[in-house]
Each structure stands twice: as structure tokens, then as C-alpha cells.
């Protein structure tokens, strides 16, 4: 299932992606849910690569990302599902390896792989270490809820797990993170640590969105209180804490970032305020100290 909105520029290598990995109608379904998008004719441009194998359904209006998720649940009519967004891809082996994890652990309610970072021109520019070796993941529930470390486009999940335990909510940023806590919470989770899957950061995307606005953090900060209801009493406060701590130095990297590539001072100083909003552990604040040196430096590197 690829839900899309106004990423029409990607949306041919998404879904040339997944149909370099088909494996025949009768087991596999293939449709764009597309958010009523304005960019470009996304009918057009499914009809002339699926000629005929990809389905196509277009909201009435504009419904918002986390309704687009839910038609695409809805409408999903086989055993698993994947949310492969429009500006994503997946890597030759994805379906394959997703499916052989589910046979080998019917138990888990979930199955992902690595992912690799890619630019707006396709580059990879980021691949995180495996998370551990490759079958059912101990002690997943505390781990995921510690950080974020699923991509939207390396997760297969089953159908009876999402209409079990309902569909995203909450934020428009953060939500995937919240799911796959809630279904680590139920289900044992399956894991590949091959790189099978890529998303893709650009401009234009909800995210960037939501990072020039300053409004990860608190987006965040919502979906570490909802993530708590999923914790045993004992691990609530330890993970609240290391997840603070992790996302408040994030955000001195987003300022740092944010600065470097516009110059926009008093963007970066609402970045620092929130991430100290988030975390005032000591070693934040060594952090923010090394943000201030680097910015230090780069300031007489232009006048040397």
C-alpha cells in the first residue's frame, strides 16, 4: 500500500521499486492511496508504470497523512501489510525476506529489516547499525520505546495486528513510533538486519515541515507520554529519561544543522530552548557546548 501526497517526483521510484519485486497478483496487491495530491498527475503516472497491475484510489479531499494511513489499512486485503510512502523505496530482496521472517516466527504480530538515509537525488547518506542479529528481538518492547528506530518503508505488519489494535493516532509526527511500541507491547517483532528498505528526507516532506516549525520536540514529547501507558511500572521512568536525553541532543543537532544551512539564528536558539525543554541532563548541556564551539570555529574559519 503507498500512500501519497504532492511527492510526485519520487513516486516513480517507489514504485518501480516494488514492481521489480512482484510476486504475482494473486499474492501480492499493489495500490497508490493518494491524498488528493496537487503536484502532478499521480493517475497518469500509476497507469503508465502499472499498466494495468497497480491499483489507484484518490481521496475526495485532502484528508491529512494519518487518515491516508488508515485507507490504506482498510483497503489492504492480504495477510501483511506495508506503508511504502511515495517518496521511499524498497531494495530487491524486501517482500522476500519479509515473508520468509513470518513463516519462520508465525508468532510475530510484525517483521522489518535495516534501512539506509537517502537524499532528495537518491544517495544514501546515512545507515544505522543492525540492531541485533537477524529472528525475534528480546526485550524489544523497553527498546523501542527508548527511541524511535523503525522506517515506515522497512515494516511489514499483519492485518489481524492493526485491526487488533486500531490504526495511527496522536501526532502527524512521531506516530509510527507510537505504533510500533503498541504492537511490541502484544506481539513478539521479527527483525532482518540486511539493508532491504530506504527513506528518503527532503524538503518538502512532513518532517522537514515539522523541523522548520520547531515543532518536533513537542510533538514528541506527546508520544513519549502515550508511550508510557505501553511500559511494565518499573521501566517508565528509566526509558522517559534515556528518551529525553536522546531527543534533546537531537535537537542541538537540528539547531546546529538548521543554522549552517540558513543562517537563521533565532531558529536554531527555538531549537536549543525545546531541546532543553525535553532534557536538562548534564550531558546535554556538553552538547550544546560543543554546538557553540563548532559554531565558534566556523564563524574565524570565514574571516582566516
Not at 487488533?164 to 513510533?177: A, C, K, M, P, V
Request: glycine fraction near 6%; hydrophobic fraction near 40%.
Amino acid at each position: 500500500m503507498i500512500p501519497t501526497y504532492n511527492c510526485t517526483t519520487y513516486l516513480r521510484e517507489a514504485l518501480l521499486s516494488v514492481l521489480a519485486q512482484d510476486m504475482g497478483e494473486d499474492r501480492m496487491q499493489i495500490e497508490v492511496v493518494d491524498d488528493a495530491s496537487t503536484d502532478g498527475d499521480v493517475a497518469a503516472l500509476v497507469a503508465e508504470l502499472g499498466q494495468g497491475r497497480v491499483q489507484y484510489y484518490q481521496q475526495p479531499v485532502n484528508v491529512g497523512s494519518l487518515r491516508n494511513f488508515e485507507t490504506c489499512i482498510n483497503r489492504a486485503r492480504g495477510y501483511y501489510v506495508h506503508l511504502l510512502h511515495g517518496d521511499d523505496r524498497v531494495v530487491d530482496g524486501f517482500y522476500t525476506k519479509m515473508t520468509q521472517l513470518f513463516e519462520q516466527h508465525p508468532q510475530a504480530g510484525a517483521a522489518f529489516s535495516r534501512y539506509a538515509s537517502i537524499n532528495e537525488t537518491g544517495q544514501r547518506i546515512y545507515v544505522p547499525a543492525p540492531v541485533d542479529s537477524e529472528g525475534i528481538l528480546p526485550n524489544w518492547l523497553v527498546r523501542i520505546a527508548e527511541r524511535q528506530q523503525i522506517q515506515y518503508a522497512a515494516i511489514a505488519v499483519r492485518r489481524e495486528v492493526y485491526e487488533h489494535l486500531g490504526s495511527f493516532y496522536g501526532t502527524n509526527y512521531g506516530e509510527d513510533w507510537e505504533m510500533w511500541v503498541r504492537i511490541a507491547r502484544y506481539y513478539p517483532v521479527a527483525y532482518a538486519p540486511e539493508v532491504l528498505a530506504e527513506y528518503r528526507g527532503h524538503t518538502s516532506s512532513i518532517s522537514s515541515a515539522k523541523a522548520r516549525q520547531g515543532r518536533i520536540i513537542q510533538d514528541l514529547l506527546l508520544v513519549m507520554e502515550a508511550i508510557q501507558q505501553h511500559l511494565p511500572e518499573k521501566d517508565k521512568k528509566l526509558v522517559a529519561t534515556l528518551s529525553r536525553k536522546f531527543y534533546a541532543t537531537l535537537g542541538i543537532g537540528v539547531a546546529y544543522q538548521v543554522l549552517r544551512e540558513t543562517q537563521d539564528w533565532p531558529s536554531a536558539q527555538h531549537h536549543i530552548k525545546q531541546a532543553l525543554v525535553m532534557s536538562r541532563h548534564p550531558s546535554v548541556y556538553y552538547h550544546l557546548f560543543k554546538f557553540h564551539i563548532k559554531q565558534l570555529l566556523h564563524k574565524l574559519s570565514l574571516y582566516s
